[in-house]
């Protein structure tokens, strides 16, 4: 890749991680006791393309005891509850430059859903002070880890930080929370250039670890794999160049199919294996769960961190 090809793909990176750091303030501050949740995920994909980005996954809006993958259904009637933690986690890319950021809202707090939240906070922090080229993963999640014990609090261990690529939200690479001591000298270096995502997830369960607690409403596609119906195809190959074969909402297929037709599309294209899902991830014991994520870019002193929160 030339010079011109690198500086190219950082420019773009660090616009995705601006216009992510702008619509993750603008759609926090929309989170209210009340609030319809397909209401705020729209109005946050809808800045996302005012400020010239395109969602690199539908906005994420978790309450509770929800940890992952929760968004809106099409007609979804749900709501933020009186009391709530709710996790805000969206991505934006630009040409497949992706950035990926969250954020924890807390309505009607009390003092164990702040230091869930600052817990959260604190161990991404420490993982970004700990990123550098060179250093190896298991250091980066002993920092986690330690920065959110330092709470009285626990990391949930199953939900991990990630490489990314052009177009590739998972690229290969996890940072887990815990660290390990058989992964010390066995985890990935990181190396100047690599663009990762940290996003620590925190809670006082007993039992950290996520399950499958909801039917999946986010989908991705699948490698090299059409339906064989050619109406079915013709659909599919419009969606898989609207969503960039980026991970996409179910409500979404409202722009292809009638809203009616959306489950039956989908059951199609699964059972043909076009796609798979992501189900929702959350705690089967209901405790609250806490989030913060950012995007960096790894230099060879420190890191870059793209989705930096705007002043």
Same mark, same amino acid.
């Given at each position: 890749m030339n010079n011109s090809s690198v500086d190219s793909g950082r420019e773009k990176l660090l616009k995705a991680g601006r216009i992510a750091a702008q619509t993750l303030n603008y759609t926090c501050h929309q989170v209210n006791a009340g609030k319809s949740l397909l209401e705020i995920v729209e109005i946050g994909e809808q800045k996302i393309s005012?400020? !010239? !980005?395109? =969602?690199?996954?539908?906005? #994420?809006?978790?309450? #509770?005891?929800?940890?992952?993958?929760? +968004?809106? @259904?099409? !007609?979804? @009637?749900?709501?933020?509850?009186?009391?709530?933690?709710?996790? /805000?986690?969206?991505? %934006?890319h630009v040409d497949g430059y992706i950035a990926d950021t969250a954020r924890t809202v807390i309505i009607d707090s009390d003092a164990e859903m702040e230091q869930l939240t600052q817990a959260a906070e604190a161990g991404l922090n420490a993982a970004i002070a700990s990123v550098r080229s060179g250093v190896r993963v298991w250091e980066v999640s002993k920092e986690i880890n330690k920065a959110i014990r330092s709470f009285n609090v626990r990391p949930i261990e199953n939900l991990t930080g990630h490489s990314i690529e052009q177009f590739n939200l998972h690229a290969g690479i996890s940072i887990p929370a815990i660290a390990p001591a058989s992964e010390r000298v066995l985890s990935p270096r990181l190396k100047e250039g690599m663009v990762i995502a940290i996003e620590p997830f925190t809670t006082y369960s007993p039992s950290p670890r996520i399950s499958n607690i909801g039917e999946a409403q986010i989908f991705g596609f699948a490698q090299r794999k059409n339906p064989s119906n050619p109406m079915?195809?013709? /659909?599919?190959?419009?969606?898989? *160049?609207? &969503?960039?074969?980026?991970?996409?909402?179910?409500?979404? *297929?409202?722009?292809? %199919?009638?809203?009616?037709?959306? #489950?039956?599309?989908? @059951?199609?294209?699964?059972?043909?294996?076009?796609?798979?899902? &992501?189900? %929702? *991830? !959350?705690? =089967?014991?209901?405790?609250? %769960?806490?989030?913060?994520?950012? +995007?960096? /870019?790894? +230099?060879?002193e420190s890191c870059i961190v793209t989705t930096k929160k705007l002043s």
């Amino acid at each position: 890749m030339n010079n011109s090809s690198v500086d190219s793909g950082r420019e773009k990176l660090l616009k995705a991680g601006r216009i992510a750091a702008q619509t993750l303030n603008y759609t926090c501050h929309q989170v209210n006791a009340g609030k319809s949740l397909l209401e705020i995920v729209e109005i946050g994909e809808q800045k996302i393309s005012e400020l !010239g !980005g395109r =969602p690199a996954f539908p906005i #994420n809006v978790s309450v #509770n005891h929800h940890a992952a993958h929760y +968004t809106p @259904s099409y !007609g979804d @009637s749900a709501v933020v509850p009186e009391k709530a933690l709710v996790k /805000i986690d969206l991505g %934006v890319h630009v040409d497949g430059y992706i950035a990926d950021t969250a954020r924890t809202v807390i309505i009607d707090s009390d003092a164990e859903m702040e230091q869930l939240t600052q817990a959260a906070e604190a161990g991404l922090n420490a993982a970004i002070a700990s990123v550098r080229s060179g250093v190896r993963v298991w250091e980066v999640s002993k920092e986690i880890n330690k920065a959110i014990r330092s709470f009285n609090v626990r990391p949930i261990e199953n939900l991990t930080g990630h490489s990314i690529e052009q177009f590739n939200l998972h690229a290969g690479i996890s940072i887990p929370a815990i660290a390990p001591a058989s992964e010390r000298v066995l985890s990935p270096r990181l190396k100047e250039g690599m663009v990762i995502a940290i996003e620590p997830f925190t809670t006082y369960s007993p039992s950290p670890r996520i399950s499958n607690i909801g039917e999946a409403q986010i989908f991705g596609f699948a490698q090299r794999k059409n339906p064989s119906n050619p109406m079915l195809r013709r /659909i599919f190959s419009q969606m898989k *160049l609207k &969503y960039a074969q980026l991970p996409f909402a179910a409500r979404w *297929l409202a722009e292809f %199919v009638s809203p009616t037709e959306i #489950n039956d599309t989908l @059951s199609s294209l699964l059972e043909e294996r076009c796609i798979h899902g &992501y189900a %929702v *991830l !959350g705690l =089967p014991d209901k405790h609250f %769960v806490a989030q913060a994520e950012h +995007t960096l /870019i790894v +230099t060879r002193e420190s890191c870059i961190v793209t989705t930096k929160k705007l002043s």
